[in-house]
């Protein structure tokens, strides 16, 4: 079995599509009013100068998240 793909593990300029928010209580519920629900695409744009947090590319407006978040996101990249 493969490991599951999250947001953290994709680099800048990649592309995806969100699959399943695995992150409950206030993370969860902060991730939502984000915007991601499965089937939402968005693209990466770029780390900041420590890596830490990035910044991507949702719906028409630009998401700042760090890693740690970002790995509660099952993605699939496009």
């Known amino acids: 079995m493969s490991r599951k793909i ?11 599509k969100v699959l399943a928010l ?6 969860g519920q902060r991730l939502l009013d984000l915007g991601f629900y499965p089937g939402v695409e968005f693209r990466v744009i770029r780390n900041a100068p420590l890596n830490d947090p990035f910044e ?5 407006y630009l998401i700042s998240l760090r890693h740690k978040e ?3 996101v099952e993605v699939q990249p496009l």
């Open 6 to 16: 999250t947001l953290e593990d994709l680099s800048p300029g990649t592309s995806g």
């Open 56 to 60: 991507l590319e949702m719906m028409g």
């Open 70 to 72: 970002a790995g509660f």
């Open 22 to 27: 695995n992150a409950t209580g206030d993370l």
